[in-house]
């Protein structure tokens, strides 16, 4: 009986211990937004649109966001003018507004990382230097992204048929080998060469398309010149991820996989009002009124706030397009 009185007795101190722990726990969680005005680097959280000025004269587009992580740490993603967005484990940012972080290769056939060195302007603009892993530096700006929210219904014009069926009228290339040509209704890109581009240019709207590729072939969909929706020859047993079939390239994850396979026509139907996109495969509604948040890579240009062309990836692989039709917001 006296033992078990003294393990009465020791019960309220074990309660107090598990209240201070709780409370020593809860602490250090999050209870509130951290606010970026409080942290130093804090000026620079959010989306920005950059221009790389590379050699001759070509100006690469490219993406920044940053981000706060628990209390101070700053972190984000990259995209760079190739591959997909790239998470940046820490930013390290000085008094002076000067900010730089390192990121590893991607695609690059180099064990040497990205170098990106930056100072935020007193007018809200970023510039700076990057080094890509090959080691070639070059010199960019930068400006916040717009959000591209949008408060009013949208209303639909007429459709409008981006492919005639017989020629290549109302379609440029991205480069000198013109490997694209017609037949049977289709657009065919028979061995990897220039990229596809539409001459219109639209700002919000629905977009039918149809395609076949080869075995272990690539190629994507570019909404407004800027956005990727990724087609390529994965199993179709393999998980979602926004580097396979029907992802925004990098960004979004489909909710399933509803690729067919090769050697057989399949179908995207896309939505794109904003920054707000759903995608349709083969029927199945894969991506849901889902926000993008920047460029992905092989982008056009990083001018988000503009309308851009579609466009169709034509250096990844053999490729087939038809059907083509896209019906604009009024």
């Not at 003018?81 to 930013?91: L, T, V």
């Not at 029907?246 to 996989?257: K, Q, R």
Request: hydrophobic share 35%.
């Amino acid at each position: 009986m006296k033992h078990l009185f003294y393990k009465k007795a020791f019960y309220p101190q074990l309660f107090c211990l598990g209240i201070i722990c709780c409370l020593y726990i809860t602490s250090s969680a999050q209870v509130k937004p951290t606010s970026s005005a409080t942290i130093k680097g804090g000026n620079l959280v959010g989306r920005w649109d950059l221009n790389v000025n590379e050699a001759s004269g070509k100006v690469a587009p490219s993406w920044l966001e940053v981000e706060i992580s628990g209390f101070k740490t700053i972190v984000g993603r990259f995209v760079g003018n190739g591959g997909s967005a790239r998470p940046i484990s820490e930013i390290n940012v000085s008094d002076a507004n000067d900010f730089t972080f390192t990121i590893p290769p991607q695609w690059e056939r180099t064990d040497k990382p990205l170098m990106l060195r930056g100072k935020l302007n007193s007018d809200s603009t970023i510039e700076g230097t990057i080094v890509y892993p090959s080691g070639k530096e070059y010199a960019f700006s930068g400006v916040k992204a717009p959000f591209l929210t949008t408060k009013e219904p949208v209303k639909w014009g007429k459709p409008i048929k981006l492919f005639n069926g017989t020629n290549l009228d109302g379609w440029e290339l991205s480069g000198t080998t013109a490997q694209w040509y017609v037949k049977d209704g289709a657009l065919i890109s028979p061995r990897s060469g220039s990229n596809l581009i539409s001459k219109g240019k639209f700002k919000d709207f629905k977009l039918h398309v149809e395609f076949k590729y080869n075995s272990g072939s690539n190629s994507g969909v570019y909404l407004r010149g800027r956005y990727e929706v990724q087609i390529i020859d994965n199993a179709p047993t393999e998980h979602p991820n926004s580097h396979l079939f029907g992802g925004i390239y990098g960004f979004l994850v489909p909710s399933e996989m509803a690729a067919k396979g090769p050697d057989q026509w399949q179908s995207y139907d896309i939505t794109l009002v904003g920054r707000m996109v759903t995608v349709v495969a083969n029927g199945k509604t894969i991506v849901c009124n889902q926000e993008i948040p920047g460029i992905t890579g092989g982008a056009l240009d990083s001018n988000e706030g503009e309308p851009g062309p579609i466009y169709f990836q034509g250096d990844h692989g053999p490729i087939m397009f038809r059907n083509i039709t896209i019906t604009p917001a009024k």
